[in-house]
T-cell receptor, first 116, second 112 residues
Framework: AQKITQTQPGMFVQEKEAVTLDCTYD???????LFWYKQPSSGEMIFLIY??????QNATEGRYSLNFQKARKSANLVISASQLGDSAMYFC?????????????FGTGTRLQVTL | DSGVTQTPKHLITATGQRVTLRCSPR?????VYWYQQSLDQGLQFLIQ???????AKGNILERFSAQQFPDLHSELNLSSLELGDSALYFC???????????FGPGTRLLVL
């Protein structure tokens, strides 16, 4: 079974500052994937970034980067140069795959509020 | 816009009723997933289909069932509805189980 822990229910950050959202995971799978999704107040789930467990380098996608520390089982999301539009819920998720069976396990989320 | 479509966007119904939620995956995606998001349970995986066949099952109630059709669209059927079934139901799709899942806009179900 997989478990995702997000210990920050809410975070505040000033516009143009960087912010780190924490995520720790627990899995017994030898190979796994880690994801971050954004959920604005409108409700949709938007894929942000992916990190494979065997990837040597930390993933980056524009202003998003994933600080992957395998030994500590952490996959923190770093958002640089925060914008007002970044205000949303952020979910960390892990993927388990067995053959063609696949599913995501989500954490409880972190609500990020970007202020002026 | 992820390319995944879900209908209806909103659904209000009464306890004991049955509803069907529909999902059209992104063009070319063979794998479809259903998730439920509620205040008390968070985001939970329900079920996955790959190329028409059920491949993975999560915490899906026996009152719930799903299928994926030959054209790859999927339907989630919820029956004998209870107040606690009120939630946001997401469909997601990916080209294969090993690739990133993209989510639809969700169907917001309210059971009164």
């Amino acid at each position: 079974a997989q478990k995702i822990t997000q210990t920050q229910p809410g975070m505040f950050v000033q516009e143009k500052e960087a912010v780190t959202l924490d995520c720790t995971y627990d899995t017994s799978d030898p190979s796994y994937g880690l994801f971050w999704y954004k959920q604005p107040s409108s409700g949709e789930m938007i894929f942000l970034i992916y990190q494979g467990s065997y990837d040597q380098q930390n993933a980056t996608e524009g202003r998003y980067s994933l600080n992957f520390q395998k030994a500590r089982k952490s996959a923190n999301l770093v958002i640089s140069a925060s914008q007002l539009g970044d205000s949303a819920m952020y979910f960390c998720a892990s993927r388990s795959i067995t053959g063609t069976a696949s599913k995501l396990t989500f954490g409880t989320g972190t609500r990020l509020q970007v202020t002026l | 816009d992820s390319g995944v479509t879900q209908t209806p966007k909103h659904l209000i119904t009464a306890t004991g009723q049955r509803v069907t939620l529909r999902c059209s995956p992104r063009s070319g995606d063979l794998s479809v997933y259903w998730y439920q998001q509620s205040l008390d349970q968070g985001l939970q995986f329900l079920i996955q289909y790959y190329n028409g066949e059920e491949r993975a099952k999560g915490n899906i109630l026996e009152r719930f069932s799903a299928q994926q059709f030959p054209d790859l669209h999927s339907e989630l059927n919820l029956s004998s509805l209870e107040l606690g079934d009120s939630a946001l139901y997401f469909c997601a799709s990916s080209p294969s189980p090993q690739e990133t899942q993209y989510f639809g806009p969700g169907t917001r179900l309210l059971v009164l």
